[in-house]
């Protein structure tokens, strides 16, 4: 991502996107981030949860993450780095709603160039979608 200056501020920790052995695209580690501390947030488009289970319904890759009972965010279009945080079974990191904010907090401490993960929990791929973490007890499905 760049210096400290070029990262906007609710980016605490300076990350890198690059191709991921998970799937796609994954956001990587560019500083060591210690057990406990807030790595950054996702920003995206408010909308529906009715609209947001339209828009995946169509969709292979979903970016689209229930905030509260009625509001969900949809990160296709967001230009934040975070957005590319691919699911593991055995994850570094949590993805935390708090006041429809969706951040990221460190589990363990993640060493320079450790793709972050998260456990996504329920989806809405419903599974349909078969996991790729390669972590030991995956449960195989998303």
């Known amino acids: 991502m760049g210096s400290l200056a070029q990262r906007p501020p609710y980016q605490k920790f300076d990350v890198a996107v690059r191709r991921s052995r998970i799937d ?28 947001g289970r339209r828009r995946a319904a169509q969709l292979e890759r979903i970016m689209i993450v229930e905030v509260s ?10 230009s934040d780095p975070m957005r590319f945080t691919n699911h593991s079974c055995q994850p570094n990191a949590q993805l935390s709603i708090a006041s429809g904010r969706i951040e990221f907090y460190a589990l363990r401490n993640i060493a320079v160039g450790e793709e972050i993960t998260v456990a996504y929990g329920e989806t809405h791929h419903q599974g349909r979608l078969a996991c790729r973490c390669g972590a030991a007890g995956c449960v195989g499905q998303l």
Do not use: Y
Request: proline letters at 8%; aromatic letters at 6%; zero cysteines.
């Open 24 to 51: 796609g695209f994954g956001v990587f580690a560019a500083e060591p981030m210690p057990r406990g501390r807030k790595i950054g947030e996702v920003r995206g488009e408010h909308i529906s949860i009715a609209e």
């Open 69 to 78: 009972p009625r509001h969900a965010v949809d990160l296709a279009g967001s």
